[in-house]
């Protein structure tokens, strides 16, 4: 399956995958609604973005109780809005934080790749999301573990 | 290998253990279903509640779904005695049903608290679909409703009762709302919202009768201040169904006591979902935890293990979400656990709240309240059931959760909860998607 490849070192912060995610996911150039988020580190010096990794147990999944998430085409868990009722139980279920809510429409919504296309990738002026036929992986902890240090050692950790 | 799996209980647990079955199993057996109701979603009845979805939404399977998968269904049966010597379920209307292994999925119902009134008309509960129907009837646009119980089961149907029209009082005999979902500070940030939202909330009161008043209800406290509505909803707490096992072997505390495969005492008997005391994920200690994600989980491992598979269970994490007026309040794992190294987080002026559990440098526990508008409120949630669920080690980002509690992706990400959470799978192998069922038989 082809997964999102995240090099987060090449990430510049532009925030152009969470514009283009939300035109393509709601229609609003709105990053409140993208389902990839870019998250600032070191004091906002350095950025990666973060989104679902369609994990195998599909914790979103088989934990809605009427099915309203299901798997793609494109191998992605993916809201069925028809079912969907709003429960949030998804957004606990999920242990990466990836499935949201949206208030406006009372529906669970999160990354189901763009159906095969995503546009976040297409957003990327540097090819910090790539779309990939490789085995996903944590994509961000050493960068982040290694940003986050310096951190803690500067300031122990307090602001 | 059994051939004839009979399940008891057409709720969440029952209705994944026989779809795992059919997903798992090589050559072909037969399933029976015996279920009190047509199987339906206990967790959806609030969208049915306020006609944000039709009646028909909340049913699980169809009978021509059922047929497909080769069921057989005894619905609007109970079943009254397990012989586990025989391997025979007797049922209410006394017919007998044999089976080589049998999953005992029976679920909860409502109790009222014991008041005089509690049984006359307009005074309900909500937990099944037909009580869910009675309270249909009984509210209309202006209605007073005095829900009578501060719980989970109220505040999941909180929104509904606002949305149709009524003015609703809570009542509760506790000092506090939510007493088991949210510690102290946390209720008092929902209270104070829900106030400001236009929700009266009576707390530390005790009700003492419910009589009728000519056409309304009359709810009378040991207190004094008498309440005058419409319609009163007796939130006041579940019990297991289990009294019709009592003759038959299995042993129970205040569940069925189970293994990690989910077996009780006798082998060839297993027990899911709200009846099953299984091993709690946090604790490693027996527990009851009445959830639907618990209910899950248990069905689809039973299920595996009666389609002969051998999968142990890890546990079940509580965790539990509610919304109120669009303040999202969740809590997860050992929330309470007075031994732990605790943090709280707040921002009053934006009605936000975290409280984090540490065991060593591990979360066993956390609380998050926060607007549903807020971004990073959502991403939370989730990041944090992640990191009680791994039991993840924080090392020195502990002390960066506890400086910064609203910045819980750094410490998230950083100490590489994602990557221990990938191979992750509650049966072994990538969960199918509803619909996808292959049927051997």
Redesign the interface.
Do not use: W
């Given at each position: 399956m082809k997964v999102l490849k995240i090099t987060p070192e090449r990430c510049t912060g532009c925030l152009r995958c969470e514009i283009a995610c939300s035109y393509v996911q709601v229609g609003a150039f709105q990053p409140?609604k993208s389902v990839i988020?870019v998250?600032p580190?070191e004091g906002h010096t350095s950025y990666?973005p973060?989104t679902c990794?369609q994990?195998?147990?599909?914790w979103c999944?088989?934990?809605?109780?009427?099915?309203a998430?299901?798997?793609n085409a494109a191998g992605a868990k993916d809201v069925l809005d028809d079912?969907c009722?709003?429960?949030?139980?998804c957004?606990?279920?999920?242990?990466?934080?990836?499935?949201?809510?949206d208030?406006s429409t009372?529906k669970a919504f999160k990354c189901n790749l763009c159906g095969g296309d995503p546009a976040c990738v297409h957003a990327c002026p540097t090819a910090a999301i790539e779309y990939e036929e490789v085995a996903?992986?944590?994509w961000?902890?050493d960068f982040?573990?290694e940003?986050?240090?310096h951190?803690?050692a500067t300031n122990?950790?307090?602001? | 290998m059994p051939r004839r799996h009979l399940i008891i209980g057409g709720g969440?647990a029952g209705m994944n253990a026989m779809r795992t079955i059919r997903e798992e199993e090589r050559e072909p057996s037969e399933i029976t279903l015996v279920s009190a109701e047509k199987p339906y979603?206990?967790?959806?009845l609030?969208?049915y509640l306020d006609r944000?979805?039709a009646e028909q939404?909340v049913f699980?399977t169809s009978a021509a779904l059922l047929a497909q998968w080769k069921v057989k269904t005894h619905v609007g049966r109970r079943a009254a005695a397990l012989d586990t010597k025989a391997n025979v379920c007797t049922l209410d209307d006394g017919s007998k049903v044999e089976y080589d292994d049998c999953l005992i999925a029976t679920g909860s119902s409502a109790v009222r608290a014991p008041v005089p009134g509690a049984d006359g008309a307009n005074v309900h509960s909500f937990w099944t679909l037909d009580e869910c129907r009675g309270v249909i009837a009984s509210v209309t646009p202006g209605s007073h409703v005095v829900m009578i119980g501060a719980g989970f089961i109220s505040f999941t149907i909180l929104n509904s009762i606002l949305a149709l029209g009524a003015k609703l009082t809570i009542v509760e005999v506790a000092p506090r709302i939510l007493p088991r979902m949210i510690d102290d500070a946390g209720a008092e940030v929902i209270e104070e919202w829900l106030r400001a939202h236009g929700v009266t909330i009576r707390t530390n009161v005790k009700v003492t009768k419910i009589e009728d008043a000519r056409g309304k209800k009359r709810v009378k406290f040991a207190s004094g201040g008498d309440l005058v509505c419409d319609v009163v909803i007796m939130a006041t707490g579940i019990k297991t169904n289990l009294e019709w096992l009592k003759d038959s072997g299995v042993r129970m505390n205040r569940g069925i006591i189970v293994d990690d495969h989910l077996r009780s005492n006798v082998p060839n008997v297993y027990a899911a979902g709200d009846v099953a005391e299984g091993r709690d994920l946090v604790s490693g200690q027996p527990a009851l935890h009445a959830i639907?994600?618990t209910a899950?989980?248990h069905g689809?491992v039973v299920g595996a293990n009666m389609a002969g598979k051998d999968v142990a269970y890890k546990g079940s994490l509580i965790?539990?979400?509610v919304?109120v007026c669009?303040l999202?309040a969740?809590s997860f794992g050992a929330w309470d656990d007075a031994k732990a190294d605790t943090v709280v987080g707040a921002k009053r002026d934006r009605s936000a709240y975290r409280k984090y559990l540490f065991t060593g440098d591990r979360l066993t526990g956390a609380i998050i309240i926060g607007r549903?508008?807020d971004?990073w409120t959502?991403?939370?949630?989730?990041?944090?059931?992640?990191l009680v669920?791994?039991g993840v080690r924080l090392g020195?980002?502990k002390?960066?959760l506890?400086?910064?509690p609203f910045d819980?992706?750094?410490?998230?990400?950083?100490?590489?909860?994602?990557?221990t959470?990938?191979?992750?799978?509650?049966l072994g192998?990538?969960?199918k998607?509803?619909?996808?069922t292959p049927v051997a038989v």
């Open positions: 409140a988020r998250s580190f990666a973060y990794t994990c195998a147990e599909g999944m088989t934990a809605c109780p009427v099915g998430i299901t798997i079912r009722v709003g429960c949030k139980l957004t606990i279920a999920c242990p990466y934080g990836t499935v949201f809510y208030a009372r996903t992986r944590d961000l902890h982040a573990a940003r986050a240090s951190v803690l122990g950790g307090r602001r | 969440t979603s206990r967790m959806v609030p969208y944000s979805i939404h699980t639907e994600p899950q989980e689809r965790i539990n979400i919304e669009h999202d969740a549903s508008g971004v959502t991403n939370d949630v989730g990041m944090l059931k992640g669920q791994t020195r980002f002390d960066y506890k400086a910064h819980v992706k750094t410490a998230y990400i950083a100490s590489g909860t994602a990557g959470l990938l191979p992750e799978t509650v192998r990538p969960a998607a509803p619909g996808e």
